[in-house]
């Protein structure tokens, strides 16, 4: 190594140094609170069968969360994904729609519950929009990129016989984009599951704060 990279390597340990500083991170905090961690653990461990019929209708309440999130979700989806396809419109109508959705993505659900929570106040009815909203950024970009890996000859084949385009939509587009958008879904559901599950654990964890 040459010194130019020396002093380089230097100046990035040096910044490290006095940014832990600026921040207070002492490695000495992490060594004494390793112990929490037992401490956590015991609790996690610790079962009050008292809570037993709570855990069980919050459980049931979360899967009926679930539920409607997700269909009323993909139901906008849908036709959201129709109008941001390329194949099916033009720019006027696909780009500020695409703009749209890359908004709605943007922020992960525990924001939007966080939001809805401020709208309609706490309870599950915020978390039922903030899965909306989560659903209608996902599957509609997955909807659209499928329409768009149609093949184009049966479209141009059924376009040439004088069809509407709602009747494109219904027996060409939608019965063609949906196997391609089924094995979208088996790739990617394990990761986004997860990360969902994430965030409304995220979002349980600090609804129970505010009760609290």
Same mark, same amino acid.
């Given at each position: 190594?040459?010194?130019?990279?020396?002093?380089?390597?230097?100046?990035?340990?040096?910044?490290?140094?006095?940014?832990?500083?600026?921040?207070?991170?002492?490695?000495?905090?992490?060594?004494?609170?390793?112990?929490?961690?037992?401490?956590?653990?015991?609790?996690?461990?610790?079962?009050?069968?008292? $809570? +037993? =019929?709570?855990?069980?209708?919050?459980?049931?309440?979360?899967?009926?969360? @679930?539920? #409607?999130?997700?269909? /009323? *979700?993909?139901?906008?989806?849908?036709?959201?994904?129709?109008?941001?396809?390329?194949?099916?419109?033009?720019?006027?109508?696909?780009?500020?729609?695409?703009?749209?959705?890359?908004?709605?993505?943007?922020?992960?659900?525990?924001?939007?519950?966080? $939001? +809805? =929570?401020?709208?309609?106040?706490?309870?599950?009815?915020?978390?039922?929009? @903030?899965? #909306?909203?989560?659903? /209608? *950024?996902?599957?509609?970009?997955?909807?659209?990129?499928?329409?768009?890996?149609?093949?184009?000859?049966?479209?141009?084949?059924?376009?040439?016989?004088?069809?509407?385009?709602?009747?494109?939509?219904?027996?060409?587009?939608?019965?063609?984009?949906?196997?391609?958008?089924?094995?979208?879904?088996?790739?990617?559901?394990?990761?986004?599951?997860?990360?969902?599950?994430?965030?409304?654990?995220?979002?349980?964890?600090?609804?129970?704060?505010?009760?609290?």
């Amino acid at each position: 190594m040459n010194q130019k990279n020396n002093l380089i390597i230097g100046l990035i340990i040096a910044g490290v140094v006095v940014m832990s500083v600026n921040v207070d991170a002492d490695p000495r905090d992490f060594a004494e609170g390793l112990p929490n961690i037992g401490i956590m653990l015991q609790e996690i461990t610790e079962v009050d069968s008292s $809570l +037993f =019929v709570t855990a069980f209708w919050s459980m049931l309440e979360t899967i009926e969360m @679930a539920f #409607i999130g997700t269909v /009323v *979700g993909v139901a906008i989806a849908l036709p959201l994904s129709l109008l941001a396809a390329r194949n099916l419109n033009n720019k006027f109508v696909y780009v500020p729609v695409r703009a749209l959705l890359a908004a709605i993505r943007t922020f992960p659900s525990i924001l939007w519950a966080i $939001l +809805f =929570v401020i709208i309609v106040g706490l309870g599950p009815f915020a978390g039922v929009l @903030a899965i #909306i909203m989560y659903t /209608v *950024g996902f599957i509609a970009k997955l909807q659209y990129e499928a329409i768009e890996a149609i093949d184009a000859d049966p479209m141009d084949a059924v376009g040439a016989i004088g069809v509407s385009k709602l009747q494109l939509i219904r027996f060409v587009v939608l019965p063609e984009s949906a196997s391609h958008l089924l094995r979208e879904l088996d790739f990617t559901s394990l990761t986004t599951s997860s990360s969902l599950s994430m965030e409304r654990l995220q979002f349980s964890c600090w609804l129970f704060l505010q009760q609290s």
